[in-house]
Nanobody, 127 residues
């Protein structure tokens, strides 16, 4: 599976961005709709951290405490994409954001369970 993240940019604190992750080339016999999807981020000189995840059907989501109530993850299986709506952005949200896919369709906070990763999109929030 190839993942292409987009939608990053520069925004002022309190603003919003919507990230999109488009999937293509799913393994034979496995549709995008069978994959669990996640968003992670990595700020300069910090470890990559979990942001949000969604299960294969979109019925179960999970969020990091730092973004809960501000970010919303969703998916459109008809278009093979997952979205991350980010509202009330803060300077500490500045990072490269990565989408990831896991073959087993449950949502997961654990980075090592994800099989495929996108290239990342930069989000910068100015104060």
């Amino acid at each position: 599976v190839q993942l292409q993240a987009s939608g990053g940019g520069l925004v002022q604190a309190g603003g919003s961005l919507r990230l999109s992750c488009a999937a293509s080339g799913a393994a034979s016999g496995r549709a995008f709709s069978t994959y669990g999807m996640g968003w992670f981020r990595q700020a300069p000189e910090k470890e990559r951290e979990f942001v949000g995840a969604i299960n294969w059907s979109g019925t179960n989501t999970d969020y990091a405490g730092s973004v809960k109530g501000r970010f919303t993850i969703s998916r459109d299986n008809a278009k093979d994409r997952v979205l991350l709506q980010m509202n009330s952005l803060k300077p500490e949200d500045t990072a490269v954001y990565y989408c990831a896919a896991k073959k087993w369709g449950a949502a997961s906070t654990m980075e090592n369970l994800y099989d495929y990763w996108g290239q990342g999109t930069q989000v910068t929030v100015s104060s």
